[in-house]
């Protein structure tokens, strides 16, 4: 016991504690915006932000826990992790469906989304996978694709394509840092741009097809999909330069915004603190994403490297994808905005993913001093 | 390594790239247009109202209303249009002009309370007549900012007459809303609290209305823009006769306890009398905190439906099923003779008569015609306790007959075990003796009571009391031996023909039954009386138990006598 207290104030006094303030900011800010989100429908609001705040405790107690355990430790077991991961997303897929998609397991009362750690055990796996076998050549490079198609295919039937996209990019990330050639990353995101067409046509359900001919053209369905956009749009836009005020917003207060505590919390955040309280959002963002990949610079291991890639891009896209698509920048996909929307899931997940790159920061001052 | 330093510095860019596009993304929308959207949120022009459905009403068998809606008006408004001292003192003028007494400081008050976010709508004067909101929409100074909303409210025409029966409604609770999350219910919604208002609350609430309404600036409605009409729910006919039980609650007036009338073979319940009663009809319109306490507080307990949730010792009333239990077991016969010299010594201690002097020599027959307790004393030591527990649990009793309203008690059927776990010790034979007449541990609720002799009267079958079809359950067959129940039925009619119930025989109807006596610790002994009609092809059973009524015979008995005689004239 006393060894783990000494080693924890040890590893809290070499991490990157901007990092860490970042997040834990942001996350508090987030039980703060759900607070208000909730409360304007059914006055729930202290409900969510109750348990919410309960998941950042817990997030960060894990936070702290990878930290210890350490990033090699994590990194030999991402095998059997990975494997792991598969099979919840498999048995996912016998769960009920919530909201018409199956994305939920349950153990005891308490609901989680295997799609969203899945995203921290496929950094683990593609981090060690593309160190032992660099996509250098063409026929590693297919080897690697081969391993992110697997837990890819199983979100696409659940079906979950927000969650397959976010795999997609965090491995794109990871390649692209892995030392990719050129030739073979520029080869695949135009084949995945010319796919786009193809999967209009044949692959996306009805309501996926409309998201996006209703990004081309809000008014086209204004009281259907395009309502979405069109209130989400209004609230952001009517936050103007310093806001409305904390829980003086009225597009979520009068239920003009659809899950204003997940998917649209960007949109109830911009309403109530305005321009001056997203661009303070984005510096916390910005900060947070340069110290990971800060992380991986200074690291002198391979893995650890491709690994901070991962995770920024993650983030990275999440919130570019949350903040862009209440403003109308582009299409709706439901992801949440990192840090912010409610769900337990992903916020574990994240500072889960935060620890593992706390470690290599460490990691790394190691290193460099000699040790 | 290098080339994974650089790609990672690349990756940074592109970050820093896409987040360059967001804030631009944001200053355009949030800086430059932002008088745009401004307008566009301030002058948000949906509204969703969801209205209630109207409640199925609820009819007795003959059509007689129980529960009806009537059409009464809300004066509606934003709280932006009350702000200022003049604008509540204006409207208080106006109200008071058309005689509705609402004070300024009243009006502040009920403003306050429901002062969520500025547009939002509220309800500021409730509970109008329709003559009431047309003066006043008529009147000229009336504010045009306030616009009326017209309600259901929930009236019970019957009144205290049904109010144990019928229940009431109230506004749903926050407990109600968190278990009924899945079932669409929102604050302030009507739910039935009790009685066939909660026990058929699914079918009778119907499904909600909605309206997108088209509204200006300040929300107020400009034209609907699509609707979808409330369904009101579905009407219930329940079995009650309003003419029996208004019989059986002025025959219970200034009495507490409970009258029970039921189809023998069906197990439809004619009438189901529990005094002293309440009014529902305030209760379902929100009572004050300090009048709702009163009526809980109330020692005379008039909200407990003694009918279905009173639990009482049967008393002698236990006698007709002891009688069944001894003959079905072979404990006695029709021909079993034994002697009562007034009480029966069992070890230490002397069970007594109720006629001190004996009965003499006396078969089951004499036994129940006379209610003579020391030939039960022996009939049930003879059957043994463990056999009249497991015929009571083919009577079902200790358990709840199952009838469609909430709240019902189970009684208790005692026993060994109940007494091994409930005062951790033995049964003894002292306990199968008071047992045997129906006093001591063993406790019922007069629709219990009803339900055996129902069985009795109808060849041997358990039925399940119902106030409405829909509760109607096939009844359960005991197989009891069709030549013993015909010895029992036969004592049973001569406890009224020329033994202790001749009282109940009396109204012009051939009645069998049998009489109770409860001894009553805090008080005069409660009367029972459980008899059914024609007595030679039964059509109706009916329960009377008054509480403190001293006998059964005096009490009781006409009381059942009147209310089967009432049921075969109708």
């Given amino acids: ?371 | 390594m290098e080339i994974l330093d650089s790609r990672l510095k690349l990756l940074l860019g592109l970050m820093a790239v896409s987040v360059f596009i967001l804030v631009g993304g944001l200053c355009l929308c949030q800086v430059y247009q932002s008088d745009k959207y401004v307008r566009l949120a301030h002058n948000n022009r949906l509204r969703m109202i969801r209205f209630p459905a109207p409640r199925g009403e609820i009819f007795d068998r003959n059509g007689v209303p129980l529960a009806v809606n009537d059409t009464t008006f809300c004066i509606m408004g934003y709280p932006l249009d009350l702000n200022t001292p003049e604008e509540l003192e204006h409207l208080s003028k106006i109200l008071m002009r058309h005689g509705i007494p609402f004070t300024v400081s009243e009006l502040e008050k009920t403003i306050k309370q429901q002062r969520l976010a500025p547009y939002r709508v509220m309800k500021i004067v409730p509970n109008l007549t329709m003559t009431q909101m047309a003066e006043l929409v008529a009147d000229y100074e009336f504010p045009r900012e306030l616009f009326p909303l017209s309600v259901w409210r929930r009236t019970y025409p019957a009144g205290t007459t049904a109010a144990n029966i019928v229940g009431y409604v109230g506004e749903i609770s926050e407990g109600e809303l968190k278990a009924r999350s899945e079932e669409g219910y929102t604050g302030g919604d009507l739910i039935g609290k009790s009685g066939i208002e909660r026990s058929y609350e699914a079918v009778l609430r119907g499904a909600p209305g909605q309206e997108a309404l088209e509204v200006d600036a300040r929300g107020r409605k400009i034209r609907t823009i699509d609707a979808n009409p409330a369904v009101k729910g579905e009407d219930l006919r329940l079995t009650i006769d309003m003419g029996a039980q208004k019989l059986a609650v002025e025959l219970l007036k200034g009495w507490k306890g409970a009258i029970v009338a039921m189809d023998v073979h069906t197990g439809a319940v004619i009438a189901l009398a529990s005094s002293p009663v309440y009014d529902n009809n305030p209760l379902s319109w929100g009572v004050s905190g300090r009048e709702w306490n009163s009526i809980m507080n109330d020692p005379e307990r008039p909200m407990l439906n003694r009918a279905i949730a009173g639990v009482y010792p049967p008393a002698s009333t236990f006698k007709a099923f002891m009688s069944i239990a001894a003959l079905e077991e072979d404990a006695i016969t029709q021909s079993t003779m034994i002697s009562c010299r007034g009480g029966l010594r069992f070890g230490s201690h002397l069970f007594k008569c109720w006629k001190h002097s004996g009965h003499g020599a006396l078969n089951v027959i004499g036994g129940l015609q006379h209610s003579c307790d020391v030939f039960f004393y022996q009939t049930g030591l003879r059957t043994g306790i463990e056999k009249l527990i497991k015929w009571g649990r083919k009577f079902h009793l200790g358990e709840p007959t199952g009838i469609d309203l909430p709240g019902e008690s189970g009684g208790n059927i005692a026993g060994p075990d109940w007494k091994m776990r409930r005062f951790n010790s033995a049964w003894a034979g002292g306990d199968t003796v008071n047992y045997s007449i129906g006093q001591g541990y063993m406790l019922m609720t007069p629709i219990q009571i009803a339900r055996e002799y129902a069985a009795i009267a109808n060849g041997g079958k358990i039925v399940t009391p119902h106030l409405c079809a829909k509760g109607y359950r096939k009844p359960e067959d005991m197989g009891i031996n069709p030549a013993k129940l015909e010895i029992v039925r036969r004592g049973l009619e001569a406890v009224v023909s020329r033994g202790t119930g001749s009282r109940a025989g009396r109204f012009g109807v051939h009645v069998a039954g049998k009489t109770g006596t409860a001894q009553n610790s805090h008080g005069d002994d409660h009367a029972l009386f459980a008899g059914y009609a024609p007595a030679e092809a039964p059509k109706y059973v009916a329960v009377a138990v008054v509480e403190g009524g001293k006998h059964g015979s005096s009490v009781a008995g006409p009381m059942v006598g009147q209310i089967l005689a009432h049921l075969l004239s109708h």
């Fill in chain 1, 1 to 371: 016991m006393q060894t783990f207290w000494v080693s924890l104030k040890e590893d809290l006094s070499l991490t990157d504690r901007l990092m860490i303030f970042c997040a834990l900011a942001l996350a508090v800010w987030g039980v703060v915006c759900i607070y208000s989100a909730a409360s304007g429908t059914a006055g729930h609001g202290f409900d969510y932000a109750f348990r919410q705040a309960a998941w950042l405790s817990v997030s960060v107690a894990a936070m702290l826990a990878v930290m210890i355990i350490g990033h090699d430790k994590m990194l030999e077991g991402a095998y059997p992790l990975f494997g792991l991961t598969l099979l919840l997303l498999l048995l996912t897929l016998l769960a009920p469906k919530v909201n018409g998609a199956q994305s939920w397991l349950g153990i005891g009362g308490v609901r989680f989304q295997p799609s969203e750690f899945a995203k921290v055990t496929i950094i683990l796996m593609m981090s060690k996978f593309m160190s032992r076998y660099p996509p250098l050549d063409f026929k590693t490079f297919m080897m690697c694709l081969g391993v992110i198609m697997l837990p890819v295919f199983l979100v696409l039937i659940q079906p979950d394509a927000g969650s397959a996209l976010v795999y997609l990019v965090i491995s794109f990330g990871m390649l692209l840092a892995a030392g990719t050639p050129m030739k073979y990353l520029l080869g695949l995101a135009g084949l995945g741009l010319s796919a786009i067409p193809v999967m209009f046509m044949f692959g996306l359900k009805e309501y996926q097809k409309n998201r996006i001919l209703v990004f081309i053209d809000p008014m086209r369905d204004p009281l259907g999909a395009g309502y979405n956009v069109i209130q989400s749009r209004i609230a952001v836009g009517s936050g103007g330069m310093t806001g409305k005020g904390f829980m003086m917003g009225t597009q979520s207060k009068l239920k003009f915004l659809p899950e204003p505590h997940t998917d649209f919390i960007f949109s109830v955040f911009s309403e109530e603190f305005g321009f001056i309280g997203n661009m303070i959002l984005i510096v916390l963002f910005s900060v947070l994403l340069c110290r990971v990949i800060m992380a991986g610079v200074r690291s002198k291991e391979r893995r650890c490297k491709i690994l901070v890639a991962g995770v920024a891009s993650w983030l990275w896209f999440q919130m570019c994808e949350s903040m862009g698509m209440s403003i109308g920048l582009l299409p709706i996909t439901g992801l949440p905005l990192p840090f912010l929307s409610y769900g337990g899931s992903s916020l574990l997940a994240s500072f889960i993913a935060l620890g593992l790159v706390a470690s290599i920061y460490i990691e790394g001052g190691n290193s460099r001093h000699g040790f």
